[in-house]
């Protein structure tokens, strides 16, 4: 089985934080950013 491709993998993970596939594909920036923020505190 061939990996998913970087940008695929993008896409998903922003599509789970945001409002996923079915709600219009419309990305929730502020939950994404604060996500981003949390992992380098890590």
């Not at 945001?18 to 992992?39: C, F, M, P």
Request: proline fraction near 2%; aromatic fraction near 8%; glycine fraction near 8%.
């Amino acid at each position: 089985m061939e990996p998913i491709h970087r940008r695929t993998r993008l896409w998903a993970a922003l599509q789970s934080l945001s409002s996923g596939t079915w709600r219009g594909n419309i990305y929730d920036v502020k939950r994404i950013v604060q996500a981003l923020e949390t992992g380098k505190r890590r």
